[in-house]
T-cell receptor, first 114, second 115 residues
Framework: GNSVTQMEGPVTLSEEAFLTINCTYTATGYPSLFWYVQYPGEGLQLLLKATKADDKGSNKGFEATYRKETTSFHLEKGSVQVSDSAVYFCALMSGGTSYGKLTFGQGTILTVHP | DTGVSQDPRHKITKRGQNVTFRCDPISEHNRLYWYRQTLGQGPEFLTYFQNEAQLEKSRLLSDRFSAERPKGSFSTLEIQRTEQGDSAMYLC?????????????FGPGTRLTVL
């Protein structure tokens, strides 16, 4: 079956540090890949997505590249801010289906200190 | 605000009671999903509607759970004879079937606590 594995958290960084949150997946076919973010007290928000191999999703300074050969979709940001403190979820949607049942990783808590 | 809304935001109930949650999707969205999220975990898929038709149910959805979307707009999720293991955040998401990738927009969730 499908599964998503994220790096263990929590991750604590100082402002302006470089961020990487690792995500690897197992899936049949060619899934679409997503990063969602959950800010304190708020619902899940789509951060970025990539639908095929070598696609790069980007938003708000965050980037992730769909790597089929390593089955990975690592999230990166060059300079984090305190406002980036949140829980980040990697997710996949199976390819070849007509609708989008998402499979999520367990989430990574990010805390950014001034 | 025209996002996905859920009601109530919090529900505390005693074991054995029935509870019902409501989800109002984004108005033009024809797909609606329910997920469950327990502490420290990512959301897990429960069920999916396209318009008013319930097209898939997870094995996580026991016989005590039922979901409806009677007119293809809002949806309800009912849990009968609640158990402590039902305590979780219940998330609703909606999407538009016409897009090439089924991008889902989530509501704020209903947090259920079963005492």
């Amino acid at each position: 079956g499908n599964s998503v594995t994220q790096m263990e958290g929590p991750v604590t960084l100082s402002e302006e540090a470089f961020l990487t949150i690792n995500c690897t997946y197992t899936a049949t076919g060619y899934p679409s890949l997503f990063w969602y973010v959950q800010y304190p007290g708020e619902g899940l928000q789509l951060l970025l997505k990539a639908t095929k191999a070598d696609d790069k999703g980007s938003n708000k300074g965050f980037e992730a590249t769909y790597r089929k050969e390593t089955t990975s979709f690592h999230l990166e940001k060059g300079s984090v801010q305190v406002s980036d403190s949140a829980v980040y979820f990697c997710a996949l949607m199976s390819g070849g289906t007509s609708y989008g049942k998402l499979t999520f990783g367990q989430g990574t808590i990010l805390t950014v200190h001034p | 605000d025209t996002g996905v809304s859920q009601d109530p935001r919090h529900k505390i109930t005693k074991r054995g009671q029935n509870v019902t949650f409501r989800c109002d999707p984004i108005s033009e969205h024809n797909r609606l999903y329910w997920y469950r999220q327990t502490l420290g975990q990512g959301p897990e898929f429960l069920t999916y509607f396209q318009n008013e038709a319930q097209l898939e149910k997870s094995r996580l959805l026991s016989d005590r759970f039922s979901a409806e979307r009677p007119k293809g707009s809002f949806s309800t999720l009912e849990i009968q004879r609640t158990e402590q293991g039902d305590s979780a955040m219940y998330l609703c998401a909606s999407s538009l079937a016409e897009t090439s990738v089924d991008t889902q927009y989530f509501g704020p969730g209903t947090r259920l606590t079963v005492l």
